[in-house]
């Protein structure tokens, strides 16, 4: 405790704005729990950059946390690109702060002279992803927390393939980061260095989203969507991009059109909570729409919703919009003839359905560490092969190449097209998910996601992950564990033969049991939030769509005997 209150007295020293030194005057003398918690480590970079709780503190996003990350990253680029004129673009969510967050970055990289590409106002995620490559810059950052809770922030940095940065890049910035104090940030801007933009960036962006997601899907015309940003930046694309794509019948959920950090109408911004789609659900059950898409504040993950067999409006997980949309792609490019180079990708706690995929149109299925920036290294790392799409089970896909990062801007637009075309051939997204079981396996996912906030939180996650080591899971529902992946040692066992192989993968902190009859469990703790996450994969075969029903419930029934076993129902 010495240490860290060390550590927040030197916040207490002019150069900081006095509302921050009076805060931290406040917790050393009022709140030490409150203090620890701010003050036991630094932001780390996880697999979505740096993101946490706004406040004053080296443990909160603030203007000098992320000052000193910028000016480790500007002192970086000048290593990497010697005599080079630098440039990068910045752009930002509607969360509280992120305007002026970015303006702080801005003028950190502007301090420097690098010059800066500033978006006017909010943007997608994807878009800055785009814009990376569009301007030729050499990095971009986007100031975002994703789905998190109103009082997080974050920073996520891309490189020149617009992204996000990978080993060693990331440890070798953090590394520059670390070697600097606070008091090294050159915050005093060069305003000749900052430009904004917007529209022609804009132009270019919805332009391909539309050539890139665009099918000429019939029907367009008949086929009806309820879409919200849940105030989020996708305001500023998908309408557009929907518009100029064909469609026609596009309800916009209006209490939710505005931007708003404090997410006023949902409990959390995030597509892949049911409630968080409550007011769009009953829209659509309202006008009879077809569709329903949501969409998180940066607009990289969209949630789907589409009518069941009872015709009443499901929300579908990530794995299965994952894998129809996959199909569809793969279907696209089967027409035109395949060239012998493709790959699918997809990410180690997702479908295995997307293997089986791959597998049965003779193209490969890249598989990945959690985060998108995994799946955008492929396309840098095999720049002789093409990348059709892929995704990951946490309501992220990318179609092409054109973004590098999750996208659901381009991604809602396939949604619609394949609905669209379904509806008018009589059947239904629904209807075409099945027939994917059916032609493929009939495989169900399930995430359970536990809470554990602060320094004793993290402690906690990281004893249940050696607990997992130490008394590994010997079976589930039954069936006996066969393989045990360690993605922390890279060692895949085999505890049949007792054979252990490499996994040609970096290092990180996943565990994954594979059982006799296909049933796999995944443990790991989240890299952007407190939380630790269990991932269920059991499957089945399926005859026909009529025996649909059956042998969901079958599945249904399998998982909730498993999260019983486990304590984690």
């Given amino acids: 405790m010495n240490d860290i209150l060390a550590t927040a007295k030197t916040w207490l020293t002019d150069f900081f704005d006095p509302a921050v030194k009076k805060e931290i005057q406040h917790l050393i003398e009022n709140d030490p729990e409150e203090l620890k918690d701010r003050f036991y480590k630094n932001m780390e970079f996880g697999t979505g950059g740096m993101r946490g709780v706004m406040g004053a ?185 929907l518009k100029r794509a064909g469609y026609k019948k596009v309800t916009i959920i209006e209490e939710q059109a505005e931007p708003d950090g404090a997410f006023p109408t949902v409990v959390s911004p995030n597509p892949e909570e049911p409630e968080a789609l409550t007011l769009a659900m009953k829209k659509a059950e309202e006008i009879g729409a077809d569709m329903v898409v949501g969409t998180d504040p940066d607009s990289d993950r969209l949630g789907i919703a589409v009518r069941n067999l009872e015709g009443d409006m499901e929300l579908l997980n990530g794995n299965q919009t994952m894998v129809l949309m996959t199909k569809f792609l793969l279907d696209q490019h089967q027409k035109k003839g395949f060239k012998g180079n493709e790959f699918i990708a997809s990410t180690i706690v997702s479908t295995p359905m997307m293997q089986d995929l791959a597998d049965a149109y003779g193209v490969e299925c890249k598989t990945s560490l959690t985060g998108f920036k995994w799946i955008a290294k492929m396309i840098v790392d095999y720049p002789k092969q093409h990348f059709i799409g892929g995704g990951e089970e946490s309501f992220g896909f990318m179609v092409g190449d054109f973004v590098r990062d999750k996208d659901a801007v381009t991604s809602t637009l396939l949604a619609c097209e394949i609905g669209s075309m379904a509806k008018a051939a009589g059947s239904s997204f629904y209807q075409e998910l099945i027939k994917c079981y059916v032609e493929f396996g009939f495989y169900k996912e399930k995430l359970v996601s536990l809470t554990k906030k602060g320094m004793s939180g993290a402690e906690e996650i990281a004893q249940m992950m050696q607990d997992y080591k130490v008394n590994p899971v010997k079976s589930l529902d039954g069936s006996e564990v066969i393989t045990v992946d360690d993605y922390n040692t890279s060692t895949s066992t085999d505890l049949r033969t007792g054979k252990v192989t490499p996994i040609p993968l970096p290092k990180s902190n996943v565990l994954i049991y594979t059982t006799a009859d296909g049933t796999r469990m995944a443990a790991r703790p989240s890299g952007t939030e407190p939380k630790i996450k269990f991932y269920f994969s059991v499957n089945a075969g399926l005859e026909n769509a009529a025996e649909f029903k059956k042998v969901n419930e079958t599945l249904d029934n399998k998982l909730s005997r498993i999260l019983h076993e486990l304590n984690l129902d």
Avoid at 104 to 132: D, G, H
Avoid at 217 to 223: I, N, R, S, T, V
């Fill in 57 to 241: 503190g080296t443990n909160r996003i603030n203007k000098y946390t992320l000052g000193k990350s910028t000016q480790g990253l500007s002192n970086y680029l000048r290593k990497v690109y010697p005599d080079t004129p630098l440039k990068v673009v910045i752009a930002y969510d509607c969360r509280h702060n992120s305007d002026t967050l970015a303006r702080t970055v801005a003028e950190v990289f502007s301090a420097n002279r690098i010059k800066v590409y500033l978006f006017s106002e909010l943007r997608t995620t994807p878009e800055l992803s785009f814009a990376v490559r569009y301007l030729g810059c050499h990095a971009g950052v986007v100031l975002t927390a994703s789905h998190n809770p109103p009082e997080y922030n974050g920073y996520k940095v891309y490189w020149t393939d617009g992204g996000q940065i990978v080993p060693p890049q990331d440890k070798e910035i953090i590394g520059e980061i670390n070697s600097l104090s606070v008091e090294d940030v050159k915050f005093e801007a060069d305003e000749s260095y900052i430009e904004l933009i917007d529209k022609v960036v804009d132009e270019a962006f919805i332009n391909d989203s539309v050539q890139n997601g665009n099918f000429d899907a019939p029907g367009k015309e008949d086929f009806s969507i309820v879409f919200t940003s849940l105030h989020g930046t996708s305001i500023t694309a998908i309408p557009e991009v």
